[in-house]
């Protein structure tokens, strides 16, 4: 994976540290990880339609 990605902090972390979960694109995929407890460690890789149906169905029940 890239060294080059730009990672977003979820809203829902709080600035403190904790709960940490960040979100980056490189292009084809959508990649997630904890930030807090691994930032190098494993990253979750999905679709962007798949990522895109997932903040949908987050935003109606969230």
């Known amino acids: 994976m890239s060294d080059r990605l ?3 902090k979820s809203s ?6 904790g709960n940490c979960v960040e ?6 995929r959508v990649l997630v990880r904890d930030s807090k407890a691994e ?8 679709t962007p339609v798949a990522w895109a149906a997932f903040v949908g169905y987050a935003a109606v029940r969230g």
């Open 39 to 46: 930032p190098d460690g494993p990253r979750l890789a999905i």
């Open 12 to 17: 829902y972390s709080d600035s403190q540290g």
């Open 6 to 8: 730009t990672w977003f």
């Open 23 to 28: 979100v980056a694109e490189d292009g084809a």
